[in-house]
Structures are given as C-alpha cells and as structure tokens.
C-alpha cells in the first residue's frame, strides 16, 4: 500500500463541503479487503461530489472498472469536461486567473458577480444530454466560483442558480495545472453518470464495491449542507437510500456509507443506529471546514456503515 502523502497525486479539482480529503486516512482501514486482493474488479460511487475517495482509489488499487454518479449536473459538465478537454480548459482557466488577479477588489466583486450571472444566465442554454464544446466555458467558470465563492461552497437556490457570494481570498489558486491534468488521467477509465443514485443498481454484482456519501443529515438546524442541487435530501431519502442499501447487499456486493453522526448533537439521536440496525457501525473523528465561524471548526464524529 502507498503511503497517503505518495497515493494522492490527483485531488479533488473542486472544494466541497463534506469532502472526504481529510478523513481518507481513517477510512482506509474500514475498506473491503478485496481491494487490495484484487477480488473486487469494479467501484462505484453513486454521489461523487469532490470525488475525493474515488480519486483516491483508482490510483492505489486495481480496479478495472469505475463508475461516478451525481444529481448535480454541473458536477456531471465538469468532470466530463476535465476527462475529454482538459488541455482546452486549462487555457481559459488560467485566462480567467490571471484577470482576476490583476483586478483591485472592487473590480474583482464585480468581476465575480458578473462571471456568477453569466453562469446562471446560461444554465437553461446549456445543452446537458450529450458533451459539447460549451462545456469547456462553463467548467471553468464553476471551477473559477468555487475558488472564489465564500468559503468554498457549491449552493444552488430553488431555482437552481448559483448564489453563494465572493469570498475574501487575496491569491486564491484557480488553475492548478498539473492536478487538473492528474484528474483527467485519473477519469480515463471511469464512467461518468447524471442521474439519481438508484440509478447505479444496473452495475452491481457480487465483485463490486459501492460507496456512499449522500448529502449529510444536518447534525443541528443551523448546519443544512444538503443543497448542492434543487433535489432536497431529507430524512425520508434517507431512509430511501437505506433500502437501496439493502437491495445492493442482497446482490453481494461490498459496501460503505459515511454520513454525519447525529450523536454529535444529541446523543439519544439513534437514527442511523435504527436504520442501519444489523450492519457494522463506526465512527471516525473528521473535521468541518466550511462553518463561517473558524472557532467552530472543530473535529466532530462522522458514522460509517459497512455490510462487510
């Protein structure tokens, strides 16, 4: 096994709020022996988000096949793009760089906005079946909002636009080069989903291994990160997902799901301990880093459930 520092040569190509960069450590230890073992020939990751426990695997274990989902289909544009053009977009990537820091930060503000408006001016334009060379604008301009939006965050409103602000970086890396590139080899053999997670069903076998990292179950009311997309994930998908769960299992495939520990808050909180009552049940220390308050920060328990 590569060391973790070595193994990540592509990371994750966006911030996302719940990404798994920083708990990668702790849930090696809980990945299916098969693995390593070379028994597990394919993975499939029905919410990819950052995507960074799949970049993470295709580069350290032999894997032959590799599938990513998402419902969020600028997620879908993005890492479509990056797999098929990336040596077209890193081009207007830095183009968009380099004027943004040329820029004062009045200019910047409205530089952003006016990149932040022209993103969801196009969203009804774009032509989301098949790929196309719009792509290429669009991808950079979500990896432009993401880099300068506050704190990081991907958050559509009901209507599906972007509206998270600008953020208050004073030389944020926009384009890195040599990771967009490492992320597209790495997306070589993948194949790459818009759809629902139950959507992955089609794929499963018994020499499968299947992760889950829904939208998290907001561990208080002040912490709803389920907004990634106009799909909202409320308990009932929850529990939805649970069965699907369940389904996989009974195909023999090998499985793991993270989500927020609701014990954090409440410890007589047994939601997940009820739902997923007859599998294995862990929980590893990660940290947040998305709260707006930097005191609040801090390490917090995240629930990982196996059928293995």
């Not at 879908?76 to 797999?83: F, G, L």
């Not at 909002?145 to 953020?167: A, E, H, K, M, Q």
């Not at 997309?229 to 998908?237: G, L, P």
């Not at 929850?238 to 090998?254: E, M, W």
């Amino acid at each position: 096994m590569l060391s973790l520092e070595k193994s990540m040569i592509a990371k994750p190509f966006l911030k996302w709020a719940g990404g798994k960069g920083q708990l990668i450590e702790q849930m090696n230890s809980f990945l299916p022996n098969g693995l390593t073992e070379g028994s597990i020939a394919k993975y499939i990751e029905p919410f990819v988000g950052g995507g960074a426990v799949f970049l993470y695997l295709v580069q350290n274990y032999p894997i032959k096949e590799v599938f990513i989902f998402d419902v969020n289909i600028e997620l879908v544009i993005a890492y479509r793009t990056i797999q098929h053009s990336v040596e077209k977009l890193i081009p207007i990537v830095l183009d968009i760089q380099n004027k943004y820091l040329s820029l004062d930060e009045n200019e910047r503000k409205t530089y952003f906005y006016q990149i932040r408006a022209e993103f969801n001016l196009q969203r009804n334009e774009i032509d989301v079946t098949k790929y196309n060379s719009t792509w290429i604008e669009r991808t950079a301009q979500i990896i432009f909002l993401n880099r300068t939006c506050f704190n990081g965050l991907f958050r559509v409103n009901s209507n599906g636009d972007f509206n998270v602000p600008i953020g208050k970086y004073k030389k944020p890396n926009i384009c890195d080069k040599t990771n967009l590139k490492a992320v597209s080899e790495a997306l070589q053999k993948t194949q790459i989903h818009y759809g629902d997670f139950s959507e992955c069903e089609q794929y499963v076998d018994g020499n499968t291994f299947v992760y889950f990292d829904p939208p998290y179950r907001p561990i208080s009311k002040t912490s709803n990160f389920t907004s990634y997309s106009q799909n909202i994930f409320d308990d009932s998908e929850q529990l939805r997902l649970r069965d699907f769960f369940k389904s996989l299992d009974a195909k023999g495939a090998k499985l793991l799901l993270s989500n927020s520990d609701p014990k954090n808050e409440d410890i007589n909180d047994d939601f997940f301990d009820n739902a997923y009552a007859g599998y294995r049940i862990e929980r590893a220390m990660a940290s947040r880093n998305i709260n707006c308050n930097a005191s609040k920060r801090k390490p917090i328990k995240e629930i990982l459930i196996m059928n293995y």
